[in-house]
């Protein structure tokens, strides 16, 4: 069974910084790509950032503020957010599109979310 486990998030004042993490765990035979995603209340859920081995995505809104990394082995992936804005306040969750056996197709899996709240 593969798992998500976010840590980070929590409150934070305007301009300052704020890192999450995301780590896949469970029996995973090839992690794809990794991602953010974010929902504001009342606002549809939208990507902010992807990262494969070879490239990275940011959305417009986000791009210069934040850094998408994975670690090496592949299987946790950050999100360094810098210079928040009250805008940016949401439930982020991560997502993986993993493999978890060689035998079996890639399925998208889901961390459980967490709260970023930008405020003075």
């Known amino acids: 069974q593969v798992q998500l486990v976010q840590s980070g998030g929590g409150l934070v004042q305007p301009g300052g910084p704020l890192r999450l993490s995301c780590a896949a765990s469970?029996?995973?035979?090839?992690?794809?790509?990794m991602g953010w995603y974010r929902q504001a209340p009342g606002n549809q859920r939208e990507l902010v950032a992807t990262?494969?081995?070879?490239?990275?995505y940011y959305a417009d809104s986000v791009k210069g503020r934040y850094t998408i990394s994975r670690d090496s082995a592949g299987n946790t992936v950050y999100l360094q957010m810098n210079s928040l804005k009250p805008e940016d306040t949401a439930v982020y969750s991560c997502?993986?599109?993993?493999?978890?056996?060689?035998?079996?197709?890639?399925?998208?899996?889901w961390g459980q979310g967490t709260q970023v709240t930008v405020a003075s």
């Open positions: 997502n993986a599109v993993i493999q978890a056996r060689r035998s079996s197709p890639s399925r998208n899996y």
């Open positions: 469970g029996s995973i035979f090839s992690t794809n790509a």
């Open positions: 990262i494969t081995s070879g490239s990275t």
